[in-house]
T-cell receptor, first 114, second 112 residues
Framework: GAGVSQTPSNKVTEKGKYVELRCDPISGHTALYWYRQSLGQGPEFLIYFQGTGAADDSGLPNDRFFAVRPEGSVSTLKIQRTERGDSAVYLC????????????FGPGTRLTVL | DQQVKQNSPSLSVQEGRISILNCDYTNSMFDYFLWYKKYPAEGPTFLISISSIKDKNEDGRFTVFLNKSAKHLSLHIVPSQPGDSAVYFCAASAPGTYKYIFGTGTRLKVLA
């Protein structure tokens, strides 16, 4: 079956602009996660959804970052007033439940803020 | 504060030999550990996991060992194959949380 998909695969924007990154999880997966991977680092947790609600958003770095999952499937990560330090690969993952279930990752969106 | 550490950024191994990748953690609350493999331009792919109630888990050529007293885990790949060349991430999670804490990765190169 189809895996986790993310669009766009690459996004180049200018400092101060607004961006949206989309994630389509594996069908039927109730849990969805966003991670951010900077160069030379491992993925860093941003936010976790169980169904439509954000169960843990402790990893969002500041209030410029926001994510939604209105129907419990597709999720959008929104970044306002982008800064050069936001440049990274943004990874989405989904799992069939919350804990102790393998998270399946998408290919990521590479965001570059000029 | 890096709670999961992979101190070897890279490792080269001859094809057919054993690859040993190491990971250390500082949070004694972690009770579930995983290894992911990542190829360029792809997302991480799950490889193998281990619960803290075990000290070993084996899946084909891959074995993960957990030493709770030392807060150390390792991934053994035997025999290593050129297709195993990738970046390997160790990850951990604590009870009641669903997020993974990842290490910085080890780039494995298997030489033919």
């Amino acid at each position: 079956g189809a895996g986790v998909s993310q669009t766009p695969s690459n996004k180049v924007t200018e400092k101060g602009k607004y961006v949206e990154l989309r994630c389509d999880p594996i069908s039927g997966h109730t849990a969805l996660y966003w991670y951010r991977q900077s160069l030379g680092q491992g993925p860093e947790f941003l936010i976790y959804f169980q169904g439509t609600g954000a169960a843990d958003d402790s990893g969002l770095p500041n209030d410029r970052f926001f994510a939604v999952r209105p129907e419990g499937s597709v999720s959008t990560l929104k970044i306002q007033r982008t800064e050069r330090g936001d440049s990274a690969v943004y990874l989405c993952a989904s799992s069939s439940q919350g804990s102790y279930n393998e998270q399946f990752f998408g290919p990521g969106t590479r965001l570059t803020v000029l | 504060d890096q709670q999961v550490k992979q101190n070897s950024p890279s490792l080269s191994v001859q094809e057919g030999r054993i690859s040993i990748l190491n990971c250390d953690y500082t949070n004694s609350m972690f009770d579930y550990f995983l290894w992911y493999k990542k190829y360029p331009a792809e997302g991480p792919t799950f490889l193998i996991s281990i619960s803290s109630i075990k000290d070993k888990n084996e899946d084909g050529r891959f074995t993960v060992f957990l030493n709770k007293s030392a807060k150390h885990l390792s991934l053994h790949i035997v025999p290593s194959q050129p297709g195993d060349s990738a970046v390997y991430f160790c990850a951990a999670s604590a009870p009641g949380t669903y997020k993974y804490i990842f290490g910085t990765g080890t780039r494995l190169k298997v030489l033919a």
